[in-house]
């Protein structure tokens, strides 16, 4: 049978795997081996390195496992979609886009294969499935940019898997850890055209290997002790658990095995315990420091991007793309975690004004001024959406309006000279620009302009996005 030559073949591809993670097993005791300065330094370099693991971790266990939790979504291997975009209600992930009915698949790869069927749609319709791996890698992409809309047939398969490929599969795709997240996004036009799209979600089909080659299932995966995510949202050392936790099913990457060495001097990689109320009182202090001296490199690469010297084109892809920058990885999670790799999406945030100074609708109104023939150039779509600078969520408003975006152009006003002048505001701007306000809340926020299939002039940086002006309140 197929589907038995094909688990013989992946038993035998997993003794490199798992000789490796025996190489990375040991545990040197941190109190002997390394200095408090050397454990701070270490701390910061696993923060910075574990912490998308936790977030997507979190995110995983609210969508996949705890089924009392609201964002709970279905269990592995099994598709689920909102049948409308998001809203304010919706917390499964911070900075959501608003423009695409998410549909949302957890794989487990371990005991089998999995088959996705994408539907053939329209041509003018932007569909995408993003696969992001248990270090938040996006390792490939199905859909408009990366295969067209006409759909096909795909085969999921995880580290350990090594066989041929079954008839009428358009594509084998690999995912580097046994568990991977597919996040389906399509585009929604109005309001009107939410029930095409609900169409189009239930042509996303997902069967196991067995199922499509007609076979009997082979054995199951053995259960998870799943544990509960870390908080993530206050930075400590207790997602380093949880990082350990999820490297079982993230094999090792050779290549990061000089870090993981590193790593394993405070219990944090593949075989590791790690114990924060084990160490000294000294060393507590040190792990603690390093994890401060993460969220300074954070802050300071947040002045970056503020500053336009980083984009989130460079924060999200693949593991070759990244080029082992953690710090990158480590932003993107943290800001926007399941960002698009930049063929797929780009995203300008807008956290400061155009005189550098923080976003704040308590204090004052703002505008962004894009003059004829300056909107991005784009091969799908633009929106610009608001967010919560304390909650990094969506703002609730008596319009339940979350963005503006290019597919409502035509519902826009226009100065004389055909430029664009969007509000974004906490109070109503007037019947002149209502058409044309964002609303904020009564206080911090922040604004995420994207850029779906960015031109060429986006790619390479050519296009410059406009400054948001500060404008007197009245």
């Known amino acids: 049978m197929l589907l038995q030559t094909l688990r013989k073949s992946s038993a035998l591809a997993l003794f490199p795997v798992l000789s490796f993670l025996i190489s990375c097993n040991s545990k040197p005791t941190a109190e002997s081996s390394i200095s408090p300065a050397e454990a701070r330094q270490i701390a910061k370099e696993a923060y910075i390195y574990g912490f998308p693991m936790a977030a997507n971790y979190q995110t995983m266990y609210k969508q996949a496992i705890d089924t009392s939790s609201r964002d709970y979504r279905g269990t592995f291997n099994t598709l689920n979609s909102s049948k409308s975009v998001a809203t304010p209600e919706d917390k499964f992930v911070v900075t959501p886009n608003s423009d695409t009915p998410y549909s949302y698949l957890w794989m487990d790869l371990r005991a089998e294969p999995v088959i996705i069927n994408m539907p053939r749609i329209e041509p003018d319709r932007y569909y995408t499935g993003q696969m992001v791996d248990l270090y938040t890698y996006n390792f490939a992409y199905l859909g408009t940019r990366a295969y067209g809309n006409d759909g096909g047939t795909f085969m999921i398969v995880g580290p350990n898997w090594n066989g041929p490929t079954p008839p009428g599969i358009k594509d084998v795709i690999h995912s580097e850890t046994e568990f991977a997240y597919l996040l389906f996004r399509t585009q929604l036009f109005n309001a009107a055209d939410l029930p095409k799209v609900n169409k189009i979600q239930s042509g996303y089909h997902v069967q196991l290997l067995s199922e499509f080659l007609h076979q009997p299932a082979p054995p199951a995966a053995p259960a998870v002790n799943w544990p509960k995510p870390a908080d993530i949202a206050t930075p400590s050392a207790d997602i380093f658990p949880i990082v350990n936790f999820v490297f079982q099913y993230a094999p090792a990457n050779p290549s990061e095995k000089e870090f993981l060495t590193r790593f394993a001097k405070i219990n944090v990689g593949p075989g590791q315990t790690f114990n924060f109320s084990s160490f000294s009182?000294?060393?507590?202090?040190?792990?603690?420091?390093?994890?401060?001296?993460?969220?300074?490199?954070?802050?300071?690469?947040?002045?970056?991007?503020?500053?336009?010297?980083?984009?989130?084109?460079?924060?999200?892809?693949?593991?070759?793309?990244?080029?082992?920058?953690?710090?990158?990885?480590?932003?993107?999670?943290?800001?926007?975690?399941?960002?698009?790799?930049?063929?797929?999406?780009?995203?300008?945030?807008?956290?400061?004004?155009?005189?550098?100074?923080?976003?704040?609708?308590?204090?004052?109104?703002?505008?962004?001024?894009?003059?004829?023939?300056?909107?991005?150039?784009?091969?799908?779509?633009?929106?610009?959406?608001?967010?919560?600078?304390?909650?990094?969520?969506?703002?609730?408003?008596?319009?339940?309006?979350?963005?503006?975006?290019?597919?409502?152009?035509?519902?826009?006003?226009?100065?004389?000279?055909?430029?664009?002048?969007?509000?974004?505001?906490?109070?109503?701007?007037?019947?002149?620009?209502?058409?044309?306000?964002?609303?904020?809340?009564?206080?911090?926020?922040?604004?995420?302009?994207?850029?779906?299939?960015?031109?060429?002039?986006?790619?390479?940086?050519?296009?410059?996005?406009?400054?948001?002006?500060?404008?007197?309140?009245?």
């Not at 926007?336 to 930049?342: A, E, M, V």
């Not at 004829?372 to 150039?377: C, D, F, Q, V």
């Open 281 to 474: 009182p000294e060393m507590q202090q040190a792990i603690n420091d390093g994890i401060k001296d993460a969220t300074a490199d954070a802050a300071a690469l947040q002045k970056k991007v503020d500053a336009d010297q980083v984009s989130s084109g460079d924060m999200f892809g693949t593991r070759a793309f990244l080029k082992d920058n953690y710090l990158y990885r480590y932003f993107g999670a943290k800001m926007g975690l399941y960002g698009n790799s930049k063929q797929d999406a780009i995203y300008f945030g807008y956290f400061v004004d155009g005189n550098h100074q923080p976003l704040d609708a308590s204090k004052s109104s703002y505008e962004l001024h894009f003059p004829k023939g300056t909107l991005p150039p784009n091969k799908a779509f633009w929106s610009l959406t608001m967010y919560d600078g304390k909650t990094q969520f969506l703002v609730e408003n008596p319009l339940k309006r979350y963005l503006l975006n290019s597919t409502t152009l035509k519902s826009y006003k226009y100065g004389p000279d055909g430029s664009l002048t969007l509000y974004l505001s906490h109070d109503n701007p007037g019947p002149t620009k209502q058409s044309n306000w964002l609303p904020a809340p009564d206080g911090p926020f922040y604004s995420v302009l994207r850029v779906y299939m960015p031109g060429d002039s986006v790619l390479d940086g050519t296009w410059k996005k406009p400054p948001l002006q500060p404008v007197s309140m009245k």
